[in-house]
């Protein structure tokens, strides 16, 4: 009796597994399939020239028809409409600005921790050094601008998470030394991070409170500026400055103005020593890209 029981025991678990795989298939198949975008230009005197999926979003490009060449670099006037299904959730670009626009690989993730996906997109002007902007957008029920920096001569920037706790952090550089006291290869650009703050919905400028995090770009840094004093191959005052602000800017910009100073007091051998110290103690605290440590 045992046996028959422990048979038709099973037939029944097999028979009620049968009617819920059923229903899981009648479910899935009666479900509305995911509506698509559709194809219609941003405004008159815009054609299509591609889509591709990235992420949750369809990404479609329209050029200029009265201008439609695209260079190598993606300069052109384009728009491209960013969907999410059939949800038109931002439109990238301006009608009339020749720019190349890039949406960034990291798209599609939750970059910023608040659990919707992100738009991470870079704009380029065009030139030899200029001019980059930074832009994200968190996609949810509405679409949030979460980040807007312009990086200019920096690049795109960076995102990576600096402290280890899920959340990425947004790098870049403040290149207003750009051309300050050397040429440009040579000119110091400061690391600024912004971090995403829950309060506010924002990414906020907030270097200091990476200061350990960006400790070994600056010890490198001061390696290579002690080896460069010593073996004298920096012998001119400009090309000196450049090499010394390298390290001192990176620790005035972490929030520790002093050590930067000192650090310039006990590097630069220049007869222009206090004024120097002073123009860069004026320009970095007038930086909007400095921020003092708490």
Known sequence: MRGVEAVDIHARLVARLTV???????????????????????????????????????????????????????????????????????????????????????????????????????????????????????????????????????????????????????????????????????????TVVFAYDAASRQYQLATPRFAHALQPLIDSELAETRTALATGADRDNGAEKCRVLRPALDLMYTGRLDEGVALIRGSYRGDDLEKFVQQVTTETRSSPLWKAAP
């Open 20 to 190: 819920v795989v059923l229903t899981l298939m009648a479910v899935a198949c009666t479900a509305p399939a995911k509506a698509q975008a559709p194809r219609r230009a941003p405004q008159p005197g815009y054609q299509f020239v591609n889509a591709h999926a990235q992420g949750p979003f369809e990404l479609q490009r329209w050029v200029a028809t009265a201008a439609p060449d695209v260079s190598p670099a993606g300069m052109c006037d384009c728009l491209i409409l960013v969907y999410e299904g059939s949800r038109r959730v931002v439109t990238l670009g301006a009608a009339g600005d020749l720019t190349a626009i890039t949406v960034e690989a990291t798209t599609g993730r939750d970059i910023n921790g608040d659990g919707e996906p992100d738009l991470v997109v870079s704009t380029w002007s065009g030139g030899a050094h200029c001019c980059y902007t930074a832009t994200m957008y968190s996609v949810g029920r509405d679409t949030r601008k979460v980040l807007a920096v312009e990086t200019g001569n920096c690049g795109p920037g960076t995102f990576e998470d600096l402290n280890g706790d899920g959340v990425l952090e947004f790098s870049s550089c403040d290149d207003r030394w750009a051309d300050t006291y050397c040429d440009f290869a040579s000119a110091p650009m400061p």
